[in-house]
Nanobody, 117 residues
């Protein structure tokens, strides 16, 4: 059974930092593109950052220069380092793993990030 478990969320003041982790079990992350998405109340879920199986990265314009996505295939974990956090970064952050050849797609349950002003 595939599970993606997010951790590292919490409450932080504006300007602070958090590091989110997405740990996979029952899945070999190295073959997947892994993305971090977020959903704020009343808004659609949006892509924040993505890292492909070849370790190329893609970021939403709103987080470029502040967030960094990385992966540790040995630990089957993908990280999202979030710096210079802003109140508008407040959302539930979800991890997604997508295998583009086998068309497999999995979601975690999310972790809450709250940035106070």
């Amino acid at each position: 059974q595939v599970q993606l478990v997010e951790s590292g969320g919490g409450l932080v003041q504006a300007g602070g930092s958090l590091r989110l982790a997405c740990a996979g079990s029952g899945i070999i992350f190295s073959g997947y593109a892994v993305g971090w998405y977020r959903q704020a109340p009343g808004k659609q879920r949006e892509l924040v950052a993505e890292i492909t199986s070849f370790a190329s990265t893609n970021y939403a314009d709103s987080v470029k220069g502040r967030f960094t996505i990385s992966r540790d295939n040995a630990k089957n974990t993908v990280y999202l380092q979030m710096n210079s956090l802003r109140p508008e970064d407040t959302a539930v952050y979800y991890c997604n793993a997508d295998h583009r050849i086998y068309r497999l797609n999995y979601w975690g349950r999310g972790t809450q990030v709250t940035v106070s002003s």
